[in-house]
């Protein structure tokens, strides 16, 4: 069975610029996870997605956004991209985002932005 | 919301001895909490959780210990070996359905 997937794995960005992170969750998942993870530091939570409705959002500003498709796949927007923003972004998926169960990671996406 | 410190940040053992890491949490209405081990250039990937119902739980070399009371949980992992060098979360469940994790511990195991 595949695991989580994500696209692309490395990018590199200027500043102001924008970019489109893609994730697959496992099969039959239908929550999906945003976590940004930047050098050195933990994972901070971004977004929560379940049957294609945001759930609950962490403390980033609006040019942090998402949605999530019908076939439970979801994108990662990111605006007027700033410098503090070069951070490797996860995705994670769930069979239930409400009840307590693992979440499965992916490898990331690691962006970089000059 | 639900914080989540862990501590120690850096930890280093000797091949064969044993490591533990202790996370605090403060949302006292948290019911899962799961660990996970981040290798170098990977996701990181579930290697134990315990849940509000339960003490304590073990899988062959790991075990994890929960006190709702103190709400504190912690890792133990024995005769530690080589592969075991990673950086460990812990992180906690709240009642806004999200997990929130620690900053992260970074275990070295010297052969």
């Known amino acids: 069975e595949a695991g989580v997937t994500q696209s692309p794995t490395h990018l590199i960005k200027t500043r102001g610029q924008q970019v489109t992170l893609r994730c697959s969750p496992i099969?039959?998942?239908?929550?999906v996870y945003w976590y940004q993870q930047a050098l050195g530091l933990g994972l901070q939570f971004l977004l929560w997605y379940d049957e294609g409705e945001e759930r609950n959002r962490g403390n980033f500003p609006p040019r942090f956004s998402g949605r999530q498709f019908p076939n439970y796949s979801s994108e990662l927007n990111v605006n007027a991209l700033e410098l503090e923003d070069s951070a490797l972004y996860l995705c994670?998926?769930?069979?239930?985002?409400?009840?307590?169960?693992?979440?499965?990671f992916g490898e990331g996406s690691r962006l970089t932005v000059l | 919301g639900e914080n989540v410190e862990q501590h120690p940040s850096t930890l280093s053992v000797q091949e064969g001895d044993s490591a533990v890491i202790k996370c605090t949490y403060s949302?006292?209405?948290?019911?899962?909490f799961p660990w996970y081990k981040q290798e170098l250039g990977k996701g990181p990937q579930l290697i134990i959780d315990i849940r509000s119902n339960v003490g304590e739980k073990k899988d062959q070399r790991i075990a994890v210990t929960l006190n709702k009371t103190a709400k504190h949980f912690s890792l133990h992992i024995t005769e530690t070996q080589p592969e075991d060098s990673a950086v460990y979360f812990c992180a906690a469940k709240g009642n806004d359905y999200k997990l929130s994790f620690g900053a992260g511990t970074t275990v070295t195991v010297r052969a």
């Open positions: 099969s039959g998942h239908t929550s």
């Open positions: 994670a998926s769930s069979l239930d985002g409400t009840a307590p169960g693992e979440l499965f």
């Open positions: 949302d006292s209405a948290s019911n899962y």
